[in-house]
């Protein structure tokens, strides 16, 4: 299998970057896939805490970039899950310690041993979010189905093209269908309409998600929630399996507007 | 991509027009560059060139690698970098270059129309386009992003962003779009603010100033 580098950003922060980081990540290890998982949001670290490894970090990735330690000394290994590994970020450090080609180095080496480099960025568009892009040769947007959200994502998006980054594809998260049936929130439709990208997958709301947070055990551990067969048919599709939509899912429309958003040129 | 595809060259009457197709890997553009320079050397010694990176970001290290492997080798003349990326646009100014269509001569300006600017592609948020001249936009205008034009704009798809006809106080100019949902239009040294429950919010308008006004009007051809 080709080695792949994937980062995972929004542009808004709060819509669940983290979550899905850890959640794909732990799924694509539980199918055999050797993964690491990048925590590229230096001074705000979160995704240990997500994925239950904050108390195993010694190193973090600026101490393997200024030298201070080898990269095998950084990576954290989950004693869960055969194959999954996390480079930890600096909590104590800001996000210039770290510089966009530096980043690609780290990047490139970790390819030579690992299938899947999953990249958790920071929220925003400035350095953090250059340096966590800088080494993924394709990326993964998440958005929650709210204007404010959409919006920044089809910032990024554009940032991302600008960047060369492809395949760049869409996972809508913490979809609640009972709003979208009252109008009262945006359908995947209406989101794929704007930001006119393909779809990889709709995760629903789910109180799980909240618990799963809380005790650093991912739900793709061992959970059969909605959220978490999301999350894992993510995953396979991700690898290049045909895996249906999910009954919250069939929310995504591919019609109309999906010819309309084609003939205008954008890929989908 | 083949190699013809990779970096176009178009004729624009008198200067040329070199299009760095947006979704080639970096090592591409260095090789394509290094070819371009090499195989077009006598076309393009003397000549101006725009340089138009479509959405293309550039950064200090790409500046430096067109530089070295295309605009001094060539022998160029380089009139103006052309990009969507609003970032890069600020980064060429500070720099010390010409961004967007060149400003022409004031004998030039008396004798033809300004070119328009046709555009195959939806802007997204954070996206800029700025032109001498009309605009048509073949695609959406998302939420976020900004045209602005001497002349009319034409927008074919969804217009959520700000447009701004006839920006060099120009107050005749038009807008044309097929699905009106902008919160703001500009027409010359007018700025008007719309309301989503219009009549015609979603459906084609035509845009205009009348006396005092800015009149929206839905579109029926």
Redesign the interface.
């Known amino acids: 299998m080709i080695q792949r580098v994937i980062v995972l950003t929004s542009g808004k922060g709060g819509v669940g970057k983290t979550t899905t980081t850890a959640n794909l990540a732990v799924a694509l290890a539980r199918g055999g896939h050797k993964v690491v998982a990048i925590d590229a949001d230096i001074g705000l670290r979160n995704l240990d805490v997500v994925l239950g490894l904050e108390n195993r970090i010694v190193y973090s990735l600026v101490d393997v970039i200024e030298g201070s330690c080898r990269l095998k000394q950084a990576l954290v290994k989950d004693k869960r899950v055969e194959n999954l590994f996390l480079l930890p970020a600096a909590q104590t450090r800001t996000k210039d310690a770290v510089k966009p080609e530096q980043m690609k180095a780290l990047c490139d080496e970790l390819r030579e041993d690992f299938d899947f480099v999953l990249v958790d960025s920071p929220a925003g ?1 400035e350095g953090g979010f250059q340096n966590a892009a800088s080494g993924a040769d394709e990326a993964l947007v998440v958005s929650t189905p709210d ?1 404010s959200a959409v ?2 994502a ?2 990024i ?3 991302l ?4 980054k ?1 395949p760049i594809r869409l996972i809508v998260n913490r979809l609640r269908p009972n709003m979208v049936r009252e109008g009262n929130m945006l359908d995947v439709s209406d989101v794929l309409d ?1 930001l ?1 990208i393909d779809l990889i997958g709709v995760v629903p709301e789910d109180d799980n998600v909240v618990t799963s947070t809380n005790k650093g055990e991912p739900l793709t551990l061992n959970s059969t929630s909605p959220a978490a067969r999301a999350f894992d048919n993510i995953s396979r599709r991700l690898i290049g399996e045909e895996v249906p939509l999910l009954d919250v899912e069939s929310l995504a429309s591919t019609g109309f507007m999906a010819r309309i958003r084609r003939a ?3 890929k989908g | 991509m083949s190699s013809e595809e990779a970096i176009l060259l178009r004729s624009n009457g008198s200067d040329l027009r070199l299009i760095v197709a947006e979704g080639l890997s970096r090592e591409r553009i260095e090789g394509e560059l290094t070819r371009v320079a090499s195989e077009a050397q006598s076309l393009l010694r003397d000549a101006g060139v725009i340089l138009d990176f479509q959405g293309r970001s550039i950064d200090a290290s790409m500046l430096r690698c067109v530089l070295e492997r295309l605009v001094w080798p060539s022998g160029m003349k380089l009139l103006s970098w052309m990009t969507l990326d609003v970032a890069s646009q600020e980064f060429l100014r500070r720099s010390g270059f010409v961004v967007g269509q060149p400003k022409r001569e004031a004998s030039r300006r008396k004798s033809s129309p300004p070119p328009s600017c046709l555009l195959f592609r939806s802007l997204r948020s954070g996206q800029r386009l700025e032109h001498e001249g009309d605009v048509v936009v073949v695609g959406h205008v998302n939420d976020g992003a900004e045209v602005f034009a001497s002349g009319n704009i034409s927008v074919w798809g969804r217009l959520q962003g700000i447009v701004h006809a006839g920006y060099e106080g120009d107050d005749g100019a038009r807008v044309i779009v097929a699905h009106m949902e902008a919160l703001q239009v500009r027409i010359g040294r007018r700025v008007s603010y719309m309301d989503r429950g219009a009549p015609w919010w979603g459906s084609p308008v035509l845009i205009r100033v009348d006396g005092e006004s800015v009149l929206v009007e839905e579109f029926v051809i």
Do not use: H, P, V
């Not at chain 1, 093209?161 to 060369?164: A, K, T, Y």
């Open positions: 568009i204007m919006r920044d089809d910032r998006i554009g940032m093209e600008s960047l060369g492809s704007i006119a205008f040129g954008f």
